[in-house]
């Protein structure tokens, strides 16, 4: 006689969630399916499927994280599979998470850095979510400082035969010094000043060649950094305030990463990277780098078109950051906002956001004492983001002016910055009926682009040739064409 088949239990965690959610069988089903279609997946689930789910079938792939991000944006509380009674599945919102506490922090952190710098390429094809961006802004906001981020040395364990030994209580020669080697070989080491003196200056060479070269050339190298030498700092030792400065400096890298992940078009992994960053500044008791954080996650929602979240985010930065921040990083703050509303057309709330940014840089004085990382933002990049929001608002004399502002004092090490503005300056051209002058500007953006590793870039020039289009017979258009191609 055959053995019957094991009988599925049936699962009521999630027949309690689908009754709190308020979801009938069919209404669970279609928000899968739709938020399927924002990860690029066509899925075909219908009522049946979910009765088939609470009888205790395992959906496959990454259905069950589908799932709980559809009960997390309902319910506004983060859920994973494990809590809707599913297995675990292919991580599509892992990284996103905020974590808990400072030790929490480093795992997903250093798991993210470990995925990324191996092959796995499926990683960097994760898509962009908006929804991602909800529950870390949220939870930065209300969220307070970590109470305590020190962390104790081990103590180095003596063998019993030479406990008796010479030296003092009973330690034998030179185990002061065997100590401090010891110290220094991961896990467990002691944090120093000059460990994350190392860190800034890392931070510093890495984003100059970013900036110069774009994110694809040295970006690998720096996650394999933060793998091999910013996570054996975090699980050593060290006291409050250094524990502190070493999450800062450890943001601000990680931050960094996922700017450069950005820059490369792998904008789900930049996003995981962003988030960590802003967990890791709460840990280093950092408010306003948070915030410079979320103007990070803000341009890119910018770049990918979703105004309306770039605008809250932005708007989070400066409710969180404070209003006794400095001038410059107040500037900074209402600029990313006026970039919100360029991207969404609103010209009033646009132009209002750009005054309170040129009001905030012009009270701004040069011995002011300002973080490191805002120091870029000056007339030049004030005149730059006065460019895009006028491009995007189609007032292409006006973005024209700014643009050309901000070429002639923006300094040639930010090539990568000056190729962005001189493509918004080859389309204000275009918008003002000077073919000729904007195919010239836009020949020379592409030829530089072609020496960069940065997909934005490139983007930034197909952007341009994509105005081209009802002028595509045109001479100049067909001299463009010609030498864009002698690039390769």
Request: glycine letters at 10%; hydrophobic letters at 40%; one cysteine or more.
């Amino acid at each position: 006689m055959s053995e019957r088949p094991a009988q599925r239990t049936p699962n009521r965690q999630l027949a309690a969630l689908i009754a709190e959610a308020g979801f009938s069988n069919a209404g669970l089903a279609r928000r899968v399916d739709q938020l399927g279609l924002e990860h690029g997946l066509d899925l075909r689930y219908d009522k049946t499927s979910v009765t088939r789910w609470l009888r205790g079938q395992q959906p496959r792939g990454t259905t069950p994280a589908l799932i709980a991000e559809v009960f997390t944006r309902r319910l506004g509380r983060r859920l994973t599979a494990q809590d809707l009674g599913l297995d675990a599945c292919a991580p599509v919102y892992a990284g996103l998470e905020f974590a808990a506490s400072p030790d929490e922090a480093v795992d997903i952190v250093s798991g993210l850095w470990r995925k990324d710098s191996g092959s796995h390429a499926e990683l960097r094809k994760i898509a962009f979510t908006s929804a991602g961006l909800v529950v870390p802004s949220r939870d930065w906001l209300i969220g307070r400082a970590d109470e305590k981020v020190a962390r104790a040395e081990p103590p180095l364990r003596v063998p019993a035969q030479i406990r008796s030994a010479g030296g003092p209580a009973g330690r034998p020669p030179g185990f002061a010094a065997r100590r401090r080697h010891a110290a220094e070989r991961g896990p467990g080491q002691r944090v120093t000043g000059g460990d994350i003196a190392a860190l800034r200056s890392v931070g510093e060479l890495f984003g100059t060649l970013d900036d110069a070269y774009g994110g694809g050339h040295a970006r690998q190298a720096l996650v394999r950094y933060l793998e091999h030498e910013c996570e054996p700092m975090l699980r050593g030792s060290y006291g409050e305030q250094t524990g502190r400065r070493l999450f800062a400096a450890v943001a601000d890298l990680t931050r960094l990463a996922g700017w450069t992940s950005y820059d490369i078009g792998a904008h789900g992994l930049a996003q995981r990277y962003f988030v960590q960053a802003l967990r890791l500044s709460q840990a280093a008791a950092d408010r306003t780098y948070g915030a410079y954080v979320l103007v990070t996650m803000s341009r890119q929602a910018v770049y990918l078109g979703h105004g309306r979240e770039a605008v809250q985010l932005a708007r989070v930065a400066q409710q969180g950051a404070g209003g006794s921040t400095p001038p410059l990083v107040q500037a900074l703050l209402h600029a990313v906002e006026a970039r919100g509303h360029g991207v969404l057309g609103e010209v009033r709330a646009c132009t209002a956001a750009l005054v309170r940014a040129e009001r905030a840089l012009e009270s701004a004085r040069p011995g002011d004492e300002v973080p490191h990382w805002v120091r870029f933002f000056d007339e030049a990049q004030l005149a730059d983001e006065f460019a895009h929001c006028h491009r995007d608002l189609q007032q292409f004399r006006a973005a024209a002016q700014h643009a050309e502002r901000s070429l002639q004092l923006r300094a040639p090490g930010h090539a990568r910055s000056r190729l962005f503005c001189r493509v918004v300056l080859a389309t204000a051209r275009l918008g003002l009926g000077e073919l000729d002058q904007a195919c010239l500007l836009a020949a020379e953006a592409a030829g530089q682009a072609a020496e960069m590793r940065s997909v934005r870039a490139v983007e930034y020039v197909r952007d341009f040739e994509r105005r081209l289009d009802p002028y595509r017979d045109a001479a100049p258009v067909r001299v463009y064409r010609d030498r864009v191609a002698a690039y390769g």
